[in-house]
């Protein structure tokens, strides 16, 4: 079954940083446009960054100057660098295809608290 794991997540004091890395299973990783996205307690899922299999990439306002995504298509593996944490950047963090989604993975709690 083709899923994505993430990883990486933790607790940190605010200002601080975390790298998410997510694997996927599947073949073919280098042609998706990829997308980490944030799903905090009783709000919807949102998208916060993507990256083309160009490398362009795109960020939300929200996250826009503190992460950025970035992959590596030899080990089908997306990562997000996050820096200057904020509280309210505590959520838990999922990666998919942007386009043509398959199933969620787990995902990685992250949490920002002194």
């Known amino acids: 079954q083709v899923q994505f794991v993430e990883s990486g997540g933790g607790l940190v004091q605010p200002g601080g940083s975390l790298r998410l890395s997510c694997v996927y299973s599947?073949?073919?990783?280098?042609?998706?446009?990829m997308g980490w996205y944030r799903q905090a307690p009783g709000k919807q899922r949102e998208l916060v960054a993507t990256s083309t299999r160009g490398g362009s990439t795109n960020y939300a306002d929200s996250v826009s100057g503190r992460c950025t995504i970035s992959r590596d298509n030899a080990k089908n593996t997306v990562y997000l660098q996050m820096n200057s944490l904020k509280p309210e950047d505590t959520a838990v963090y999922f990666c998919n295809r942007v386009y043509d989604q398959i199933s969620w993975g787990q995902g990685t709690q992250v949490t920002v608290s002194a």
């Open positions: 599947g073949s073919a990783f280098n042609i998706y446009v």
